[in-house]
């Protein structure tokens, strides 16, 4: 059978012009994704750069002893600046517009009064903390005391009484004589040891105490020192105490007379 070449030259065309349009449908395919990759490549490598400011701290500021404490500056430090909030009379605060970046951002708290806090904290969206300060100042040592350990009825006792405050503030002294009678002091100098006279009246042991006030009103422990007045102990201590000093002395006469 003879072949039409006309109808074999369109048939050729037709065939020709499907394999370009796959070709073409499938170069389109490949651009496109290509296109969408490098887009999205983009879209992401953007989205990396852009920090959100809509991390937020909250919380409470509380002293020692759990009382809110009103008026504490809490601050957020990043990237050279800051946010903060001051705490309301419930001791609640909220800083607001911090950035959410994989950090660890400086936070402050402080008062006039108080020691002022740090802590490091990453942050996101409402991130809770509470913060508690302490008192700034520091209260005074101990007191140390020098005196007698026994005395009579009726005779007037005299003790030396001293404590450190390491805020260098004054300090007064409380004294429990320990048989109803209490004495406080004038608020004298750091380390400066203060005279104090007692007379107790009546026979026994007693134990007074004492402690030491700065002018702020932030106290010692008490300091707890035993007495005796006039009883069998005190004697024998007294007695005692006689003996050891008359001793060399009684050593002394017995090498004089060779009995030594």
């Known amino acids: 059978m003879k072949k039409n070449p006309a109808l074999l030259n369109k048939t050729n065309v037709i065939v020709l012009l499907i394999f370009f349009m796959l070709l073409s449908s499938s170069a389109f395919a490949i651009t496109k994704e290509k296109i969408n990759w490098n887009f999205s490549s983009y879209a992401q490598e953007s989205t990396s750069n852009i920090i959100l400011h809509n991390g ?70 409402n991130t809770n903390y509470d913060f508690v300060l302490t008192s700034g100042n520091n209260p005074p040592t101990k007191p140390e005391v020098d005196g007698p350990c026994t005395g009579k009825p009726g005779m007037e006792i ?26 406080e002091t004038d608020h004298y100098p750091s380390d400066i040891p203060v005279e104090v006279c007692h007379t107790w009246i009546e026979k026994g042991r007693y134990i ?13 422990g008490w300091l707890e020192r ?33 009995i030594y």
């Open 56 to 125: 937020s701290l909250l919380g409470y500021v509380n002293d020692t002893t759990g009382n809110p404490i009103e008026g504490a500056l809490v601050r957020v430090h990043f990237h050279g600046t800051y946010e903060e909030d001051y705490s309301d009379s419930a001791g609640f605060y909220h800083v607001t517009n911090i950035p959410i970046c994989y950090c660890m951002k400086n936070t402050t708290c402080s008062k006039e009064g108080y020691k002022t806090e740090w802590v490091l904290l990453s942050i996101a969206e």
């Open 158 to 183: 005299c003790f030396l009484f001293y404590s450190t405050d390491f805020d260098n503030d004054s300090v007064m002294y409380t004294i429990d004589w320990g048989d109803g009678n209490i004495t």
């Open 208 to 220: 007074f105490r004492c402690k030491a006030t700065d002018i702020h009103g932030a106290e010692s």
């Open 226 to 258: 035993e007495f005796w007045v006039d009883n069998s102990r005190a004697s024998h201590i007294s007695i005692y105490q006689l003996f050891l000093e008359k001793l060399p002395i009684l050593f002394r006469f017995l090498e004089l007379i060779n």
